[in-house]
């Protein structure tokens, strides 16, 4: 297991900074805490609590983000308690204690998609906060325990989890009325049962999905104009749909911007029309004299 690290994430917000780590936290869902009789069962966050300028902890999948009282700026204090967070995590100790033994009230319905081989089923408790593609069981196995259950199923062929939703891609041998019944109490009861949907982020250096972007920024100032447009006006109609859309790159010379498509949205038989008609229109309409084309790479 890869050594844990924190880094740093500033917010939109200024009392607000985000400590993300390079390894899963808690298995699933996200909670909130106001104070440190809030966090009883959440140890790392009742130790938060005692910092003096700690307003609010909230803790998700793979980060922690901490809300400030205006005693004191984020600049004297960060490095500090990134510092706390990583030697808390790296000694092992318990995050949050997740209840295990009661079922979780949960939803999961099934939608179709513009993709015929893909259905889309959404559910009522928060997945992830980083997308996750798998598209044979190997790669299910290093990232996803949920990922790799549901490639028991012969028909699968194909899973993509994101926020709330999972999109699964079948194989032609079976029609989705068939068996979306099936996937969707398989998905509900693995969710009621609270266990763990990922354990692991991929790693960049081993993807070959290639969904981990570059930081915005890190980003050139076009490039991050790109990510921020694709994020606020593209993302939540393909969301909407089962699928994803994630900045590859931007050439500044060729003014050629690459994309990846991901869960239902690759392989679409629309997504072609839906690129070009859509977001190559809405990137050059937005970004005047800097984009010719946008290429789209299946993910």
């Not at 928060?126 to 044979?136: G, I, P, Q, Y």
Request: overall charge negative; some cysteine; hydrophobic content about 35%.
């Amino acid at each position: 297991m890869s050594e844990i690290s924190i880094s740093i994430q500033n917010t939109n917000n200024d009392t607000i900074v985000k400590f993300a780590s390079n390894t899963i936290l808690i298995n699933g869902g996200s909670y909130e805490y106001n104070n440190i009789d809030d966090a009883k069962n959440a140890p790392l966050a009742q130790q938060l609590f005692h910092l003096p300028f700690v307003k609010k902890v909230f803790v998700t999948a793979n980060f922690i983000a901490i809300q400030k009282f205006d005693i004191v700026d984020w600049a004297d204090v960060q490095e500090e308690v990134r510092e706390q967070i990583e030697a808390y995590l790296q000694d092992g100790n318990l995050v949050v204690k997740e209840e295990t033994t009661k079922k979780k009230a949960i939803e999961v319905y099934a939608e179709v998609t513009p993709n015929p081989s893909v259905m889309k089923f959404g559910t009522t408790q928060s997945l992830t906060t980083t997308d996750v593609e798998c598209k044979n069981i190997d790669e299910a196995n290093e990232t996803s325990p949920l990922a790799q259950a549901l490639f028991h199923f012969p028909f699968v062929k194909e899973v993509f989890i994101s926020e709330n939703y999972i999109s699964i891609t079948k194989f032609e041998m079976v029609e989705w009325n068939e068996i979306h019944p099936e996937i969707r109490n398989f998905i509900r009861n693995y969710l009621q049962e609270n266990k763990t949907i990922i354990k692991q982020l991929p790693k960049e250096e081993t993807s070959t999905k290639e969904i981990t972007q570059t930081p915005i920024e890190n980003l050139d100032e076009t490039s991050a104009k790109i990510v921020s447009i694709l994020d606020e006006y593209i993302k939540p109609a393909v969301a909407s749909d089962g699928g994803n859309i994630a900045f590859r790159s931007y050439d500044p010379e060729s003014k050629v911007v690459r994309v990846i498509l991901q869960g239902a949205c690759s392989g679409c038989p629309s997504s072609t029309i839906t690129l070009k008609n859509g977001i190559e229109t809405m990137l050059k309409d937005m970004l005047p004299n800097k984009i010719n084309e946008v290429i789209a790479i299946n993910g």
